[in-house]
């Protein structure tokens, strides 16, 4: 099981900057990717970023160019930093944890985790 502790989140006004970080615990692969997705109310969850553990990114287009998303000094930690917020990126965000397992027949499985999700809302 791999545990996944969130923090940052809260209150900002459009235009602001808010910065969201997540630790991963427990049995954690060398070779992983870590990322964000979000959910807004009446909506269905979405990838907002997401790193591997080369360091190779993945971003939704609606955050190109604002939101930047890095390995944290801490082993097994991502961070991401939201700029320039506007109130569509208003939403719960959950941190997730993947890697891919294989078993003894070769057939590989991918296991996600998640986090609690932190509320980020951006007002006008």
């Known amino acids: 099981q791999v545990q996944l502790v969130e923090s940052g989140g809260g209150l900002v006004q459009a235009g602001g900057s808010l910065t969201l970080s997540c630790a991963a615990s427990g049995r954690v692969f060398s070779i992983n990717t870590m990322g964000w997705y979000r959910q807004a109310p009446g909506k269905q969850r979405e990838l907002v970023a997401e790193?591997?553990?080369?360091?190779?990114?993945n971003y939704a287009g609606s955050v190109k160019g604002r939101f930047t998303i890095s390995r944290g000094n801490a082993k097994n930690t991502v961070i991401l930093q939201m700029n320039s917020l506007k109130p569509e990126d208003t939403a719960v965000y959950y941190c997730n944890y993947y890697s891919y397992d294989r078993d003894y027949r070769g057939e590989t499985s991918r296991n996600d985790y998640w986090g609690q999700g932190i509320q980020v809302t951006v007002s006008s």
């Open positions: 790193i591997t553990s080369a360091g190779i990114t």
